[in-house]
């Protein structure tokens, strides 16, 4: 999870024109603070989040220290942005809606599977094994993409040798260092 953004604000942002300060802000308290401002209480916010409630008054007086601005006009039921709170909510708002992204992103790419495999081999049955077993894991496996290549074993072999191939499907007697030999009936093949 993403926990921390940092934010350098000068005039043209959150800090007085006199300030050039660097800050880390924790996205927490960046939700904290649009709970916050979308409930209009803190202590609405503070059950909605599963906090307390000194426990997000303390965030967001911390936060409003750390930025030099008041963010809230504060009553004894309500909270009401000010100007410099507007601001800060809708930037929050796109902060938090990218690291959301980002993070469905990452979570997307740790459960995609992937990626080029090259195999080669000769017009052979075991080819067209391998091709059958290709159209089933394409449904399985989409973001995989499969390229098949025909040759004789010099040129098979070669191809594995250069890097070219990631598999390649030989007929029996092939002379490989790295084979593995699968027995098909009625014939022999083998794969790398």
Request: hydrophobic share 40%; charged share 25%.
């Amino acid at each position: 999870m993403i926990e921390a953004v940092q934010l350098a604000c000068n005039s043209h942002g959150l800090l007085a024109e006199s300030h050039h300060v660097s800050m880390v802000m924790e996205i927490r308290v960046l939700r904290y603070f649009l709970a916050v401002a979308r409930v209009g209480s803190i202590t609405g916010a503070a059950d909605l989040l599963h906090v307390t409630q000194p426990t997000l008054s303390r965030q967001l007086k911390d936060l409003e220290q750390e930025l030099e601005k008041k963010l809230f006009i504060r009553s004894s039921h309500s909270i009401i942005l000010t100007d410099e709170g507007m601001l800060l909510r809708n930037r929050a708002e796109e902060i938090i809606d990218m690291v959301d992204k980002l993070e469905s992103e990452f979570k997307c790419m740790e459960e995609t599977i992937s990626g080029d495999i090259y195999i080669g081999g000769g017009e052979t049955d075991a080819m067209k094994q391998i091709a059958r077993v290709i159209r089933g894991l394409q449904s399985s496996y989409p973001h995989i993409r499969y390229h098949l290549f025909s040759g004789n074993e010099d040129d098979v072999t070669e191809r594995l040798d250069k890097g070219l191939f990631d598999v390649g499907i030989l007929i029996q007697p092939a002379i490989y260092r790295n084979i593995i030999t699968l027995i098909s009936r009625p014939r022999m093949f083998g794969a790398l």
